[in-house]
């Protein structure tokens, strides 16, 4: 699956978040933002990203972005996931996996052994006229915020 790089356009999209609440890209026309893609709710990685992003969501919003998570969990578990740890941004259920396909963050992955099919963690800063600013495939959980903001 081919992964959108710096520089694509991204057409508009829609997805639905942990409040029910419809988001589409046209609605960040003019604004910065950051599409965060990950794994599965409530895991450890999982958890130390948001968390992250959750601790410098202030500063981020001072840097003038947005942010908006994705995963293909369902609408419950990413309410309770973002309830659980307080969380600021909205989380898309991505259940049918149409924003994760359209930014090519699906596919084969191994862990402890063992080949399957999942996202791959990946975040895209997207300029305010929907244009791939920049992409980071090699996300750092613990220290995501940081990551972003040393290339502003």
Sequence with gaps: MHSLQVGDHIPN???TDDNGKIHHLNDYKGKKLILFFFPKANTPGCINEVCNLRDNY?????????????SADTIAKQNKFATKFNLPFPLIADEQKSIINLFGVWGPKNFMGN??????RT??????QGVVERVYSKV?????????????
Aim: aromatic share 12%; net charge negative.
């Design 13 to 15: 999209f829609s997805g």
């Design 58 to 70: 202030t500063v981020l919003n001072e840097a003038g972005y947005s942010l908006l998570g994705v």
């Design 115 to 120: 080949d399957y099919e999942g996202i791959y």
């Design 123 to 128: 975040t895209f800063i997207i300029d305010g």
């Design 140 to 152: 750092k959980t613990k220290e995501h915020a940081t990551q972003i903001l040393e290339e502003v």
